[in-house]
């Protein structure tokens, strides 16, 4: 762990916060006595975010038969921890500005990971579906930090990317001293998310286990790196899909044990649901 990138985020002024709603859409689903009232009156104090939450409720993703109206009925039908994740989606939309094509291709990259995270951790029951949409949804969340922090900078490292035919994560090491897996777990940390994210965020590309013995953790972990992949795969928030990714064979798919045909499976599932509700999420 960098202790001195994490001593500079943690006190850092300018960096993006939680919008106040997530905090206390959280605070409140974890003390126990929520009621769905009271979680709509938190939400519906921010009408952007109500809007949104009303929004990808009536998505196919989510299945409901019927049209949903009310945030209340959203609660009821689709249960607290569902909307949980929701909520901190539809206001963390928020942090990914100023909205310009970097910013787009982001975004879109992070919520399709969060969905292919919860698809990935359903079929396989390898995490919690909750969990796993927060973990796919944050785990690019150091990206937008770093380019909120100074653009130009980002700039040279996506130039880099494109010109030369390399991952970001090659081409941020010639440019930072640390890595957008080390600031997204960071910034996480100062949002007061759960730990367990943190790691998931700091090891979906490495997957490098040896301090780690917590089967739970590494099973989230490896859901959200496959998640990435099912999203590079298809091209969904980079210029051109990486078609040739083995989802099988890669390090995620290994420790989830998923076969050829479980992941061309998932992958087919995911890309119709992304397919399908991509306006009501991304626009």
Excluded at 100 to 126: D, P, V
Excluded at 144 to 159: A, G, P
Excluded at 182 to 188: F, L
């Amino acid at each position: 762990m960098n202790k001195e990138l994490e001593t500079a985020i943690m006190t850092a002024a300018d960096l993006p916060t939680i919008p106040i709603v997530a905090i206390k859409v959280m605070e409140l689903i974890e003390s126990d006595s929520a009621t769905a009232e009271e979680l709509a009156k938190i939400v519906s104090s921010d009408p952007a975010v109500a809007a949104r939450v009303l929004k990808i409720s009536n998505s196919s993703f989510y299945g409901c038969r019927r049209q949903i109206q009310t945030l209340s009925s959203a609660i009821v039908i689709l249960g607290f921890s569902t909307l949980r994740s929701l909520v901190v989606a539809a206001s963390v939309k928020q942090v990914y500005k100023p909205y310009g094509l970097t910013e787009k291709m982001l975004w879109e990259h992070s919520f399709a990971a969060g969905l292919a995270a919860r698809i990935i951790a359903r079929r396989t029951r390898a995490a919690n579906e909750e969990e796993a949409f927060l973990a796919g949804l944050f785990h690019d969340i150091g990206k937008i930090i770093m380019n909120t922090l100074d653009r130009d900078k980002f700039q040279e490292v996506m130039q880099h990317c494109y010109n030369e035919g390399i991952s970001f994560g090659q081409a941020e090491k010639g440019v930072y001293p640390f890595t957008h897996d080390e600031v997204g777990a960071y910034v996480i940390r100062k949002w007061n998310f759960p730990e367990v994210l943190t790691t998931a965020i700091l090891q979906h590309h490495q997957l490098d286990f040896s301090e780690l013995d917590d089967p739970a953790l590494i099973n989230l972990t490896a859901v959200t790196s496959l998640a990435d992949q099912f999203c590079l795969k298809l091209g969904i928030g980079i210029r051109e899909p990486q078609e040739e990714i083995d989802l099988a064979a890669s390090k995620a798919g290994q420790l989830l044990k998923i076969t050829e045909e479980n992941a061309a499976e998932m992958l087919e599932v995911f890309d119709k649901a992304f397919s399908e509700d991509k306006a009501l999420f991304t626009s």
